[in-house]
């Protein structure tokens, strides 16, 4: 049984990795809105789950949150790190400049973050592994997505480095890199409006966030010489 933590469970690929990963194993379930982490809660009654809320970009928050979890629930053996998202989709000269800062602060500085406050638990275990969710965008620029992909290419440089320092502490540093995944992803990135959103999954078969949570679950349950 690992105590796996997960950011960003309250939708999406969290979510999804959640109810994946529920059996025999323990979660610690973070995210920004309580309502749907309780609802997550509600859906997994045979998992032992620990509920945190923060937002990842809030550095206070993130250190407080996770300094303080409970004495038996500190032994974290799974970090990962889902939370993320994309806010607009424009040419870098029109793009919105808080557009860009959200990006930064939630996608590449709010893993640090929360990387940085788990490490002291993490590097106790004798499984532990970090899982950053990165993208195809952390690997091929595009059109109108210079920040976004920018922060994507962070994360995929984050991981690589990590999994050098990490080395020595014994920890498996993983990046699962999706396309296209039909989730909140579009209608974040698009402000709420739903008709761009759902015009992004049209002409062909998106991935589904239960199609990266069967991605999540593979790499974890590697046996320990193998790293994804
Ligand atoms: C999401 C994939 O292609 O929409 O990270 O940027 S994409």
Same mark, same amino acid.
């Given at each position: 049984?690992?105590?796996?933590? $997960?950011?960003?469970?309250?939708? &999406?690929?969290? +979510?999804? @990795?959640?109810?994946? !990963?529920?059996?025999?194993?323990?979660?610690?379930?973070?995210?920004?809105?309580?309502?749907?982490?309780?609802?997550?809660?509600?859906?997994?009654?045979?998992?032992?789950?620990?509920?945190?809320?923060?937002?990842?970009?809030?550095?206070?928050?993130?250190?407080?949150?996770?300094?303080?979890?409970?004495?038996?629930?500190?032994?974290?053996?799974?970090?990962?790190?889902?939370?993320?998202?994309?806010?607009?989709?424009?040419?870098?000269?029109?793009?919105?400049?808080?557009?860009?800062?959200?990006? $930064?602060?939630?996608?590449?500085? &709010?893993?640090? +973050?929360? @990387?940085?406050?788990? !490490?002291?638990?993490?590097?106790?275990?004798?499984?532990?592994?970090?899982?950053?969710?990165?993208?195809?965008?952390?690997?091929?620029?595009?059109?109108?997505?210079?920040?976004?992909?920018?922060?994507?290419?962070?994360?995929?440089?984050?991981?690589?480095?990590?999994?050098?320092?990490?080395?020595?502490?014994?920890?498996?540093?993983?990046?699962?890199?999706?396309?296209?995944?039909?989730?909140?992803?579009?209608?974040?990135?698009?402000?709420?409006?739903?008709?761009?959103?759902?015009?992004?999954?049209?002409?062909?078969?998106?991935?589904?966030?239960?199609?990266?949570?069967?991605?999540?679950?593979?790499?974890?349950?590697?046996?320990?010489?193998?790293?994804?």
């Amino acid at each position: 049984m690992k105590t796996i933590l $997960i950011t960003g469970a309250s939708s &999406g690929i969290g +979510y999804e @990795t959640a109810k994946a !990963l529920a059996s025999g194993n323990r979660l610690i379930l973070c995210g920004r809105r309580t309502e749907k982490l309780k609802q997550l809660q509600e859906e997994l009654p045979h998992s032992p789950t620990l509920l945190l809320n923060f937002d990842v970009s809030n550095k206070e928050q993130v250190f407080h949150a996770i300094k303080n979890i409970p004495t038996d629930w500190q032994n974290i053996d799974v970090l990962i790190n889902n939370a993320g998202n994309a806010h607009g989709l424009a040419t870098f000269q029109d793009a919105d400049l808080d557009d860009l800062d959200a990006m $930064i602060d939630i996608n590449v500085k &709010g893993l640090i +973050y929360v @990387t940085k406050a788990c !490490l002291p638990f993490i590097k106790k275990s004798n499984d532990a592994h970090i899982i950053n969710t990165s993208s195809i965008a952390g690997k091929q620029a595009y059109t109108n997505g210079t920040t976004y992909c920018a922060s994507k290419w962070a994360v995929e440089a984050l991981t690589k480095g990590m999994r050098f320092d990490f080395l020595p502490l014994g920890i498996k540093v993983t990046s699962v890199a999706p396309g296209a995944v039909e989730t909140e992803f579009s209608l974040v990135r698009f402000k709420g409006d739903e008709e761009k959103a759902a015009n992004v999954y049209k002409g062909f078969e998106p991935l589904t966030a239960q199609d990266i949570a069967a991605t999540i679950a593979f790499a974890i349950n590697q046996p320990k010489h193998v790293q994804v």
